[in-house]
Structures are given as structure tokens and as C-alpha cells.
């Protein structure tokens, strides 16, 4: 017997550019390893492997959650951590977390029924996977940081075998 083929997927608002760009030259100039395999965004569904027939289950759920929700903005502003839980620091999503919330929820509630590793809490990653000194200057670095912009969209990525992630599906926000 041989297992279904099997996909990584994640759900996220992408941070458009010029400011997603910014973001990850920032997140490599800290020395994160992965800053060029992972576009700048907000996750709302995080890596979750699902195979053929989950996914395309999956792909209709996202369809109908951003069928139910209206394009909105977000205003990410000044830095936060994890830490002592987790060497990350970050940009706050300093408005729009009620509709982030709401989304990543709801995606969750379909097909693919994914338990969190840690209670949700939008955000746009800028240090990880770095020492300490490098995770204090991307804390006071960007702590001034901030920028608006309207959310449209999210997007499902897929992880490439050369573990770059990558958007293959749009779902357009088109609720009232």
C-alpha cells in the first residue's frame, strides 16, 4: 500500500512591497538563515501538510472564508518577542488583528483541522533562528518601524523541496 502524496501548505497575508521586501533584506541583514525562503507575512494558517484530497477540499474552504470577508487594513507598528518561549522578535500588527484573527479561526475550522503550537497571535516575523545579540538589535532596530496598508487578499503557499516558500493561490476578500 502506498500513502497519497503529500503537500505543505500555509495561509498568510502577504506584506506588499516595497515593504515585504524591506522587511526580509532587514530579517537577513539579522543573520536569519531563512529571511529569502520566506516572503514577508502574516500567517494565518501555519505549515500544515495535507494531502491531495484535504487539499483540494481545502481550496474551496478558503474560497468560501474570503468569500465571507471584506478587504481591511492593517497598520503593523513597532517590535514584540516571544521570548523566553521562542527566539523570534517581530512586528505587532498594531490594527487588524480582530479581522486576522477571524480569518485564521475560520480557516481553521474546515478541512483541515489544525491544532496550534502556541496561542495565535498575528505578526510579521524580522528575527529568527539568530543569537541573542542579533534578536536585541532587530528588537531596537525596528522599533520605530510602521506602515500601513489594505489587505485585498490571502494567499496559500506551498514549501518547495528547496524549502522556499511560495503563493500559488490568490483568494480574493469580496465579502460586505
Given at each position: 500500500?502506498?500513502?497519497?502524496?503529500?503537500?505543505?501548505?500555509?495561509?498568510?497575508?502577504?506584506?506588499?512591497?516595497?515593504?515585504?521586501?524591506?522587511?526580509?533584506?532587514?530579517?537577513?541583514?539579522?543573520?536569519?538563515?531563512?529571511?529569502?525562503?520566506?516572503?514577508?507575512?502574516?500567517?494565518?494558517?501555519?505549515?500544515?501538510?495535507?494531502?491531495?484530497?484535504?487539499y483540494a477540499a481545502f481550496l474551496g474552504h478558503?474560497?468560501?472564508?474570503?468569500?465571507?470577508?471584506?478587504?481591511?487594513?492593517?497598520?503593523?507598528?513597532?517590535?514584540?518577542?516571544?521570548?523566553?518561549?521562542?527566539?523570534?522578535?517581530?512586528?505587532?500588527?498594531?490594527?487588524?488583528?480582530s479581522v486576522c484573527e477571524a480569518l485564521e479561526v475560520e480557516l481553521r475550522a474546515g478541512p483541515v483541522l489544525?491544532?496550534?503550537?502556541?496561542?495565535?497571535?498575528?505578526?510579521?516575523t524580522v528575527a529568527h533562528n539568530v543569537g541573542e545579540v542579533a534578536l536585541d538589535r532587530a528588537f531596537s532596530e525596528l522599533a520605530d518601524y510602521s506602515v500601513t496598508f489594505r489587505v485585498p487578499a490571502f494567499h496559500l503557499y506551498e514549501l518547495g523541496t528547496d524549502g522556499v516558500w511560495r503563493p500559488v493561490h490568490e483568494f480574493e476578500l469580496s465579502g460586505g
Open positions: 500500500m502506498t500513502s497519497a502524496p503529500s503537500t505543505t501548505i500555509g495561509v498568510s497575508i502577504p506584506v506588499p512591497e516595497p515593504h515585504g521586501e524591506y522587511l526580509q533584506a532587514r530579517r537577513a541583514d539579522f543573520g536569519d538563515p531563512s529571511a529569502w525562503d520566506i516572503p514577508a507575512h502574516i500567517t494565518l494558517l501555519p505549515p500544515t501538510l495535507v494531502d491531495e484530497e484535504t478558503c474560497r468560501t472564508v474570503a468569500s465571507a470577508h471584506a478587504p481591511f487594513d492593517v497598520v503593523l507598528r513597532g517590535t514584540g518577542t516571544f521570548r523566553p518561549l521562542s527566539d523570534v522578535v517581530f512586528i505587532q500588527v498594531a490594527q487588524g488583528v489544525r491544532k496550534l503550537d502556541f496561542y495565535y497571535h498575528p505578526h510579521v
